[in-house]
């Protein structure tokens, strides 16, 4: 919710700190646009410069969003901006790669969780110091039996468990 401003000295001085902020209504817009499919690319791209990181993140989720922005979005500052990202399905592999990378573990938790992961990707993740990230790679369909194979030697026993399991429905379902 923005905090409307009415007296124009506080709103300079806000501008001279850099305390920008957009009326209510103005900032609703501005949300609403973000997210509407039907915005332009050009839009997208201004929008995605806003000062507001829920504008942001709208943009990241919208499936307008080009593959250009989408990786330019996956380095924003906010963590939802990039698990926007990660969640839109025209994300591609380099954004996934970079996303996998990330400094917030739960960013690269929701990739490591993501239907639509490339596998490049979780084979990144399956060296993750995070053990929950392991386990989830070694849940996710999209891994690599190759990937699997490794994380079947994880410190984590848990992880281990999965990544076996997993390797046996493959070779289940390959042999049905």
Do not use: C
Not at 93 to 108: G, W
């Amino acid at each position: 919710m923005a905090v409307i401003y009415h007296r124009p000295a506080l709103w300079g001085l806000m501008l001279i700190l850099g305390m920008q902020s957009l009326p209510a209504d103005e900032l609703e817009q501005h949300r609403r646009e973000a997210a509407h499919p039907a915005t332009g690319v050009t839009r997208l791209q201004e929008l995605a410069r806003d000062a507001d990181w829920e504008v942001r993140q709208r943009v990241s989720r919208n499936r307008r969003a080009p593959i250009n922005l989408l990786h330019q979005l996956a380095g924003d500052d906010h963590p939802q901006v990039r698990i926007g990202v990660a969640t839109n399905l025209d994300t591609g592999e380099r954004t996934f790669l970079k996303l996998a990378r990330d400094p917030d573990p739960s960013v690269r938790s929701v990739v490591a969780r993501f239907e639509y992961v490339p596998a490049s990707a979780l084979a990144i993740l399956a060296e993750d110091a995070d053990g929950e990230i392991r386990y989830e790679v070694a849940r996710n369909l999209n891994t690599s039996a190759a990937t699997l194979r490794k994380l079947r030697d994880d410190p984590l026993p848990e992880v281990r468990q999965m990544a076996q399991l997993s390797l046996a429905k493959r070779r289940e379902e390959e042999g049905e």
